[in-house]
């Protein structure tokens, strides 16, 4: 597949990046699972950069390389592809951590101050960060600390983006 670089009527410069997804998964990939770069067609990118631009209408879905030479911002291209890999990293160690287990029999982790429990509730399993509890059950307690990994995840890259403005 051609890269749209040589395209007429493409901007180049001035996109802004929407989101960064990881295609990634905790079991090993096939050709299948990757994207293909939209700008310059490199085939095999796990981390998509989803750009738009205010004179388009659609979105384009891009590499690390070509995110950051359209946004004029190479590092903060890097900076959005690393903390998704630390993600894809601190979440394939996520369940085999050691749990501790509450008087109560429930099992809890602290992490970086902060106390992170699974509780549960009949047959289903919730959790609680702190002693904020999260609005869902889940049918196994796997589920219920992966839901609790991606609550914890949300708060400390919301927290860190509110202390960097």
């Known amino acids: 597949m051609n890269g749209r670089w040589d395209q007429k009527g493409l901007p180049h410069k001035g996109w802004s990046c929407d989101d960064v997804i990881d295609l990634g998964s905790d079991e090993a990939m096939d050709d299948s699972d990757y994207a293909t770069c939209k700008m310059c067609g490199q085939e095999r990118v796990r981390y998509v950069h989803v750009m738009s631009h205010p004179d388009l209408s659609e979105s384009i879905s891009v590499g690390c390389i070509c995110a ?11 900076r959005r592809e690393t903390t998704l890999k630390n993600k894809a990293a601190r979440k394939a160690k996520w369940l ?9 029999g429930n099992p809890f982790i602290n992490v970086d101050g902060q106390n992170l429990g699974i509780h549960k509730s009949k047959t289903r399993w919730g959790y609680r960060i702190g002693k904020n509890f999260g609005p869902d ?3 196994t307690v796997d589920e219920a600390k992966l839901a609790l990994f991606e609550a914890y995840w949300q708060k400390i890259n919301s927290d860190d983006q509110e202390n960097s403005n």
């Open 96 to 104: 085999s951590r050691k749990w501790r287990t509450s008087m109560k």
């Open 68 to 78: 950051g030479k359209m946004n004029g911002d190479y590092e903060g291209a890097k």
């Open 137 to 139: 059950l889940y049918p």
